[in-house]
């Protein structure tokens, strides 16, 4: 007795598209034959691990799997924290906080990347030498008093140098901020008495000019009054004085006690005994 044959069933058309897409997406996803740059980034090209020529923009890119892959480096404007120590033109130590705002020139990130490497290898191989260097020459050419006040003159200068350093190997500097200044404590200590001591000699020329306007008041006031008493002699008359007397009179005669017995007090005349 023979068995019949069993019956064989295919898919529909539908379930084979489904299939077929989902080995491609496979596929896809395991080779990656594309790349996508990012917002504020751009691509580095390498084909057999060589940095090629062609720069990436932003967005979805195709690529030939396993012989060629992409390096995303940040153009993007980047503040970098760095501290440095340096010596004033009086030899004083100066430690100086610096900020420094900078981005990758977006046309020569694959010559950056293959020079250099990527944003760490810029800072500490780069970035951070040329600002201790930049700093400690400009910091050299002022004193202390300098630095601290002159402090806008300084700042151009460091902006100015850094531009002239960077720019050759693709970094561009967008701005330097002098956070802060931090000096030895014995420097500091010195500052702190030599204020104290203007501070000292101020009050003590202020007090000394305040008793030489007291003196030359009280001298002012004698003159005043000296010249008044003199002004007042000078007007004083025996008709005046005798009016004066009447005036000041109370209706009663002064008696003194004489040989002769009470006398009035009548004459009034200036200069009469």
């Excluded at 539908?14 to 996803?29: E, M, N, R």
Aim: glycine share 6%.
């Amino acid at each position: 007795m023979t068995r019949p044959l069993p019956s064989l069933s295919f898919p529909p058309a539908g379930g084979k598209i489904l299939v077929g897409g989902g080995i491609l997406l496979l596929v896809a996803l395991f080779f990656r034959p594309f790349a996508i740059v990012n917002a504020g980034e751009r691509g580095v090209v390498m084909r057999l691990g060589r940095v090629q020529d062609e720069v990436l923009d932003e967005g979805f890119h195709f690529i030939l799997p396993f012989v060629t892959s992409v390096k995303n480096m940040s153009v993007r404007v980047q503040r970098s924290d760095i501290k440095a120590q340096a010596a004033s033109k009086d030899l004083q130590d100066v430690t100086t906080e610096l900020a420094l705002n900078w981005h990758v020139d977006p046309v020569k990130v694959n010559t950056v990347f293959q020079r250099i490497g990527d944003e760490t290898q810029i800072l500490q191989r780069i970035i951070s030498p040329a600002v201790s260097e930049v700093l400690k020459a400009a910091t050299a050419k002022k004193n202390v008093e300098e630095i601290l006040t002159k402090r806008t003159e300084l700042k151009n200068e460091i902006d100015r140098e850094l531009k002239t350093r960077l720019t050759p190997y693709g970094l561009a500097v967008d701005d330097v901020s002098l956070v802060d200044f931090l000096f030895s404590p014995e420097f500091n200590k010195a500052i702190e008495a030599k204020q104290v001591a203007e501070q000292q000699a101020k009050q003590a020329e202020f007090v000394a000019l305040k008793a030489t306007k007291d003196a030359e008041a009280e001298v002012n006031r004698a003159k005043g009054q000296a010249e008044a008493q003199r002004l007042q002699r000078s007007t004083l008359t025996p008709d005046l004085l005798q009016k004066q007397a009447i005036e000041k009179w109370d209706g009663k005669f002064p008696t003194y006690m004489g040989g002769n017995g009470p006398l009035p007090f009548i004459n009034v005349t200036p200069g009469a005994k």
